[in-house]
């Protein structure tokens, strides 16, 4: 097997679940691949027992991925350093602070005199500031191109990567594009609609976000009237005092809305 060419670099803003779970906003493109070089750091831990190993660790510990590109675009440079741009202007503050994204690439191989196409994904990056590095035109023409370093992160299941090999390039990349898909949030539907509890008592509302295969189904709950009823991150409903109160459930994709009317008696 050898590795022949390099291409499609593509990245995605992260988010992560507690359970380590990764959805991403959508592939975007980052400038035509020169190279790439992700170097891993593992864990190196032995202990010895009776005169002989007994326990070795050399799991993952963290990583860095560099990237040579063609161009460093403003559009997609500027996000995924956490800047802004401005009429036109991109703005670098003291304060921006780099999301964690996803980073793939296409590895061209040939096995057997048969091309293959290598998809390396991994799954959590946060990159630094390029340096700059320009220089006057000499009596032969030097190309000068861009690198970006990151730091590579294993997500809270311990995941850090993933890759699949395909014998077409078109599958391949197919599989890089999904990899980020973005499914947008349609609606929200809270249950019940209507509710009754008591003062001091409980009930616990859901809301179930279309559709199923949504990328991030994160709501937030709140009440019209907290002196009539309460209610947490999870929809649980807490009567405080004799009325009505409109429990809304808001998605973070889309700020979709549905609601339930609660009425508190004694």
Known sequence: MAKIGLKNFRWSRLTEADDGTPSYDGAHTMGKAIDCNVSITSNSATLYADDALAESDTSFQ??????????????????????SIVDGEIIRNANDTAPYVGIGRIITKMVSGVYKYKVEILYKVKFSEPSQ???????????????????????????????????????????????????????????????????????????????????NKDVTWSSSDEAV??????????????????????????????????????
């Open 62 to 83: 963290s990583g860095t991925v560099t990237m040579g590109i063609d161009e460093d675009a403003d559009n997609e440079f500027a996000p995924l350093l956490g800047h």
């Open 229 to 266: 009823a309460t209610v947490t991150d999870e929809g649980l409903v807490t009567g405080v005092a004799d009325g009505t109160a409109v429990i809304t459930a808001t998605t973070t994709d889309g700020a979709k809305t549905d609601i339930c009317t609660v009425t508190v008696t004694e």
């Open 133 to 215: 590095e320009n220089s006057t035109k000499g009596e032969s023409l030097e190309f000068g191109t861009t690198s970006i370093e990151g730091i590579v992160n294993m997500l809270a299941n311990g995941n850090w990567s993933k890759a699949k090999t395909f014998n077409s390039y078109e599958d391949a990349l197919t599989y890089l594009n999904n990899a980020f898909s973005h499914v947008a949030v349609t609606g929200v539907s809270v249950s019940p609609a209507t509710d009754t509890v008591a003062v001091n008592g409980t009930s616990t509302l859901t809301a179930t976000v279309f559709p199923s295969n949504a990328t």
